[in-house]
Each structure stands twice: as C-alpha cells, then as structure tokens.
C-alpha cells in the first residue's frame, strides 16, 4: 500500500545508504534498486565478492566455509549466512553451522532436543524466534527476535535464552512446550529485513531469486558482502559470463507485490473483479448476479499461479533432499 499512500500523504525520500562503508558497494545498492543488476554484479566481481560453484551445495558450503573463516579472524563481529531457498537448505547448512562452533569449543556439551529441527541446541547457541513467545505476566517475545542460549536442561528440556534488540532479556523456555526457535546462522532473507552485519555470506539464484530479495540480502552487511551461486541454479555449465548473465536477468527481474486497488478492475482476474465489486456495493459475492454457467474458458488447463509457485518449490525441495549432505 505504500506507493498508494505516497500519492495521497506528505512523504519523505531517502537519497543515501550509510550502512556499507565502501563508496563503490553503495552504488552498487543503488544500481540494484534501479534494476541495473548487470551492472552490480560486475561490481562485486571486480573486488572478487562474486563466487560461482557447478552446483547449488559447493556453492552453500563455500559460503559456510567463508563464514566460518571470517568468525574466526575476527570474534567480534556478527556474520550471518543469506538464502533464498527452502527451509530444509535453511536448517542444513544451520545445523553445519552449529557443528563448526561446536568444533571450535563454542558450544557447551549438552543438546536440548527442538522438535522438528534437525539437530538440538546447546548454549552458546544463536537462536531466532520463529512465532512469538507469550511469558506470563511479562510482556511478549516477539517473532523474529534473536537470542543467545545461556544454558540447557537436557532432562527437562528447558532453555534459558538472552534476547538481544531494544528489551534485552533472559526468558525460559521449555521446548517440549514451545518449539518455535530455530538456530540462526542461517537467515531466510526475508527473515532479515532490518537486520545489520559486518558481513554477510549470501547464497542466492535460487528459485525466489528476484530484486526484492537480492537487494535486502546485499545490503545488510556494513563492512562486506560476498554471493555464493552455482551453475546448477542458473542453467549455466559453462564459462562464468553465461551464469553472471542469467543471474543478472534474475534479479533484474521486480516480483513487488501490488496493491489490488491499483489494478483496474477490467485487467484483474474475474473472481478478483466479482470481490471489489461487492466491497463497494455491500453485497455478498453472487448476490444479485447470475449464477456461473461453466468454467472460465480463459482459465481452462491453465496452471494457477500459486499451483506454479508449489510445483517449483516442490521440486526445489526434492532436488535439495537428494544432495545428501551429511555433518562431518
């Protein structure tokens, strides 16, 4: 709604980004907004932030691998992995994560077992709420907020977390109770909108790979931002050029939604057109118009949208379960 709002309300413009401390990484946020990806990306690849694999897993353990290098040069920054894929991507390379921490004696020994996740959590431990936490006369945790594991009741499956934002606090949790957290070295990217690094490991050219993603993902680290894409994703098996091209086309390409109001009603789908109608007129859909006497001919064997978007994420989830990745 917000472009609606802007032509009716006083408005504010924001010009220029501080976050990136690098004068040719601002311009290359820029060149992503106005949908000069090609562009961009010749930006990272000149100051080698671009790394291209065969396929989707080298490329998701390289980016680990940087991460973990870059946590161990430098401790006291935050470094978070970026991906535009599935949930289960997401929870694998989160529990490699955790066993690279666990390698370096980060972690305590014990493991609180959380309910479907493929592995438990141990203190020490980063975590992000995944629903919010309701604490008996206290107030909320909300979803998304981030904390640290401070220590473990493996017999009682009780955890005592730090979160971390504006109202840092301690809270318990009994996972056999509530189980929506989930280790976060590895973010959604959605998930990390607002979120500030010094660096960030973005595996991107996945199937939601699109401006809108491929701008927040590049734009949340302060110091510096490397992409991890493969061959595989982008239909490429050949020289680099081809992938940088098609990853290009991708993020050129704008997926922001759009509010229904703005569409007139003679472009939107029928059954979308019927709803507006009877907002404005008070009537309920059908009311007072002819019943429906088949099928839209202009629907016919035609796969809806989100029947598309469920195949290919189907699919995405079947290819990634085959790559069989193991911690080691």
């Known amino acids: 709604m917000f472009a609606e709002l802007q032509n009716e309300v006083p408005t504010a413009e924001l010009t220029e980004v501080h976050r990136a401390h ?44 940087a991460w973990a290098q870059a946590r161990q040069e430098n401790p006291g920054e935050r470094a978070v992995i970026l991906t535009d894929a599935s949930n289960v991507e997401l929870e694998k390379i989160n529990a490699l994560a955790q066993e690279h921490r666990a390698r370096a004696n980060e972690l305590g020994a014990e493991r609180v077992t959380l309910p479907d996740r493929p592995y438990g959590l141990a203190s020490g431990d980063q975590v992000i709420f995944t629903k919010a936490l309701f604490v008996p006369g206290e107030a909320r945790v909300e979803n998304g907020t981030l904390a640290t594991v401070l220590d473990t009741n493996g017999e009682e499956s009780k955890l005592t977390l730090q979160t971390q934002g504006v109202h840092e606090r301690e809270v318990s949790v009994n ?15 959605y998930k990390a909108q607002g979120l500030t690094a010094q660096r960030a490991f973005v595996l991107s050219g996945g199937w939601q790979t699109d401006r809108e993603h491929a701008y927040v993902a590049v734009s949340r680290a302060q110091e510096r931002t490397d992409i991890y894409v493969s061959r595989e994703d982008l239909g490429e098996q050949g020289m680099d050029a081809g992938a940088i091209e098609r990853l290009g086309e ?37 009311v007072g118009a002819d019943p429906p006497t088949g099928p839209d001919p202009g629907h016919e064997g035609r796969e809806s949208d989100a029947g598309e978007i469920m195949r290919e994420s189907q699919q995405q989830h079947d290819r990634e379960d085959r790559l069989g990745w193991e911690i080691v």
Do not use: N
């Open 22 to 65: 690098h004068a040719w990484e601002r311009e290359a946020w820029a060149q992503l907004r106005d949908g000069q990806s090609h562009e961009a990306l010749a930006a990272y690849q000149a100051h080698d932030r671009l790394h291209i694999s065969d396929t989707r897993d080298e490329a998701a353990r390289q980016a680990l691998a």
């Open 175 to 189: 996972t056999s109770e509530f189980k929506d957290m989930r280790l976060a070295y590895a973010q959604h990217v």
């Open 250 to 286: 991708a993020i050129a390409e704008s997926h922001a939604q759009q509010a229904s109001i703005t569409v007139p009603i003679a472009e939107r789908d029928p059954a979308d057109a019927e709803v507006t109608a009877c907002l404005t007129s008070g009537l309920a859909p059908g």
